[in-house]
Nanobody, 125 residues
Framework: QVQLVESGGGSVQAGGSLRLCAATGYRKISACMGWFRQAPGKELQGVASIYTGGSSVYYADSVKGRFTISQDNAKNTVYLQMNTLKPEDTAMYYC???????????????????WGQGTQVTVSS
């Protein structure tokens, strides 16, 4: 069982930054770790992903150049650094884990095996 606990959400003004963290609660597994977000009335959207066994990263076009996903395997933690935030980034953000040797379907919510409880990000204009 993989437990994911997100933190780091909050309220910021447009142009500000936040860093989300997800403690994964596992020692060392091969997994694709993804960040998703869901705004009220909208579908769950893939934001970024990273493979725990390598350095490959993937981003949604809407966040490229502003968000950075990274990991600290020693701390079993995945991060999402969010810069130049926009009001349209407002959403509940979730971390997810897919027990896989690749991230080829990283943007597909149904592909993931485990989900965190989410952390709210609110960006005001």
């Amino acid at each position: 069982q993989v437990q994911l606990v997100e933190s780091g959400g909050g309220s910021v003004q447009a142009g500000g930054s936040l860093r989300l963290c997800a403690a994964t609660g596992y020692r060392k597994i091969s997994a694709c770790m993804g960040w998703f977000r869901q705004a009220p009335g909208k579908e769950l959207q893939g934001v970024a992903s990273i493979y725990t066994g390598g350095s490959s990263v993937y981003y949604a076009d809407s966040v490229k150049g502003r968000f950075t996903i990274s990991q600290d395997n020693a701390k079993n933690t995945v991060y999402l650094q969010m810069n130049t935030l926009k009001p349209e980034d407002t959403a509940m953000y979730y971390c997810a884990a897919a027990l896989s040797l690749h991230c080829s379907s990283w943007y597909t919510p149904g592909w993931y095996n485990y989900w965190g409880q989410g952390t709210q990000v609110t960006v005001s204009s």
